[in-house]
């Protein structure tokens, strides 16, 4: 099928089409506190996150403008307190991570209404997900508006990483499909994954000599 | 295992560890034109692009600023001529894809040094991936520099889309497992999907009647 008028089709129609076309998205519950004294955890799943760098290690994610209340308490959260946790969704819990999107009140910890364990590591007050085997401490760094569509691009700074031993090469390299990870399609697929290679460092081929 | 303190890792393992901890990546080819009278048309893997919105439907794609010549070309001819294309990698070709990665020179088309038939449509002058099964034309909207580390952030809307038949969903979902694309993982893994489920529209549980 081909399209070439996006404004054409049905909101609902092209917010699906739109979502999956873009490839396969990486997938995290991000966990926050509102930082009170009795402090309220937020855990919302978000399919927007993308690397952006090594060094040092940053990632970004996208908060939609009109996603309703869960990606906006995440983003207050965020604003307030500087950090945040990305815990990658695993199969086995996909269903219950999806539901954390549904419009809670800012009152109300996804945590317990979706059936996830917070833990926390010393010195950091935002919570991660006890069910997740790749968890992520969060630094804010930067907040990027958007014009063209007013999302917000958040970046963070990596401070501390936990990942299953199991899943982990000699080299850094982290084996998803090993270690359980979903991945995301459209708004609301989910996938698991099959490593197929990995591919060595390319090289422009050397001419042969005559 | 556990990391916090990413700076004392070699900067290859970090490299290789943080580009993968993020999740499994989108992975397209990036098809531009030189903008010449006899145009030379570039060809190179991107695994940092990321859905930006639907309405307008915008993707966003991060260019680093020391990965040679491979993704200075790309943004060169991006800037030049303000429109390219992003074609799915698929299972099939993901070694060949990889491979446009080396350092070709400014003089060399990594279409015909990998392999890939260069395809085209009616008024858009970006060459199209003849292999790919979803190639999306896009227009420039806007390059967001990220001071933090010199990286670039390429925002495109589309354009143009095509997508198989057989993997379009009468809502306009798109099942990138049916259609055989891959995911990346880290700077070297290819993935291919099985899609798990389709949730619906989360709702928070209305309290049942005593």
Redesign the interface.
Known sequence: ????D?IA?S??????????????????LVGTTNGEDTPLYNLTVF??????????????M?V?PDNGDAERHTLWNIQKTGVYTLN?VM?GF??QA???????GAEVSEFE?CGFTSTFKVGFSAPFVGESR?Q??MQL??I?P????G?N?I?GE????????DA??T???????KAG???S????????????????????PVPVEE
Chains 1, 2 share one sequence.
Request: proline share 4%; aromatic share 10%.
């Open positions: 099928m081909f399209f070439n996006f089709l909101p609902r129609y092209r917010a699906a089409l739109i979502n999956s076309v873009g490839g396969y998205k990486s997938l995290c399919n927007s996150i993308f690397h952006l760098g090594a060094s040092p290690p940053l990632i970004g996208v939609r990658h199969t996909h269903t999806h539901q954390t999107s549904a419009k809670y209404a790749i992520m401490g760094r930067e990027m958007v014009a063209l569509n999302t691009i970046i990596m401070v501390s990483l936990s990942v299953p031993n982990l090469d080299d850094g390299f982290v084996d998803l499909a990870s979903v991945a399609i459209g708004l609301d697929g989910y996938a698991k994954g099959r490593l197929l290679s990995r591919e060595g460092y390319a090289k422009v």
